[in-house]
């Protein structure tokens, strides 16, 4: 769908009080409830809004930040100065049932009822992904993956507003350019595609995916020797709500971005070098997890780093501070500021890296920073794996 001159025109002249609204507070949109206001705020219900939107801020000279749901975002105190789109697209639409179910979902549907919507239909490939909060268009940023998935296993397709050539474009599986929590979207070009609407590619009657040892476990614990998709569904939910990962008002600790560090990725040379150091500070006995990390690459524990830089469950910093249940979490403990919260992701960070000599980097998206807050704009990179 290319744009038109004469939606140019209409954009051009629609009034500021027609189609935004002006300083919307920020931070009661996103999970972790920090940040300021939104210069100018739109939300999206549809393709048209979007595009609206995205005109109004070129020919204004304006700045855009795209969201949806807010769940792994951190917007600074002083907000944005420039505009917010807030996608809202909705729909679920089964194009085929076949050899494989596909299903096209519009970017601003929640992320868990959908997944919902697939384990009560049968459809295998994404219940290891119960829980999560957000939106289906940030799965394929994200690449969002959890307990041995990754969306970019069941995505065949993706919709999106092309900003640079400024027409609607589809994009393959492997156009998107998916890594460990990575993409095209997020590291190669970040601000040129807007998300519209995702495919996946699912298994009518599938068996679920049980491949993470603490799914393993809570199966086990309830005797369940085949596990059904509603089972592993019921068991990542639990697992993820006891460590505080399941949006939930009544527990502060799910005032939070979720997990806030992504595990580091060693090669394995690097990793035989970073062992012999590492047991060398917590000892022979000490068991240091490490997991597959892709060809010749080695995963570190984040937690682990974390809890063996003195940082526990429940450690507080001001009105910041760790989730007393997963020490990957950062928590809003009652009015902090983005200031406050980026203060103990920091002290952190440094910990970890004068004892391990190993860096640990954000995966919240940070909107609104300077290039200093941004510590050399490595928080910038995003997501995590549980």
Sequence with gaps: MDISERDLLNAREGSIDEILSENVPLAPLTTIGVGGN???????????????????????????????????????????????????????TILSEDAKVMVRVASGEEWDPFVAFCVDRGYAGVECLSGIPGSIGATPIQNVGAYGQDVSETIVRVEAWDRKERK????????????????????????????????????????????????????????????????????????RRRKGMVIDPADPDTKSCGSFFMNPILGEEA????????????????????????????????AWLIEHSGFQKGFTLGRAGISTKHTLAVVNRGGATAEEILALVRMVQDKVRERFAVEIHPEPNMIGFDETSNRNSEFKMKNHEE
């Design 271 to 302: 990793h035989r070098t970073w062992i012999e150091r590492a047991r060398k500070l917590v000892g022979s006995d000490e068991r240091i997890p490490s997991f597959p990390g892709g060809e010749g690459k080695i995963k570190l524990s984040a």
């Design 38 to 92: 939104a210069r100018f705020f739109r939300r999206a219900e549809s393709v048209d809004d979007v595009i609206e939107g995205l005109e109004w801020a070129r020919m204004n000279d304006v700045p855009v930040f795209v969201m949806s749901g807010g769940s792994n975002l951190l917007i600074s105190d002083r907000g944005f100065p420039g505009l917010v789109i807030q996608i809202a697209l909705k729909g679920i």
């Design 168 to 239: 609607t474009v589809t994009l393959s599986s492997e156009e998107c350019h998916f890594g460990y929590r990575q993409s095209r979207f997020k590291n190669e070009e970040p601000d040129r595609f807007v998300i519209l609407s995702v495919d996946y590619a699912l298994m009518p009657d599938g068996s679920p995916a049980v491949r993470y040892p603490d799914l393993e476990k809570y199966l086990a614990g309830r005797n369940i020797g085949k596990p059904t998709l509603g089972d592993v569904r019921e068991a990542t939910r639990e697992v």
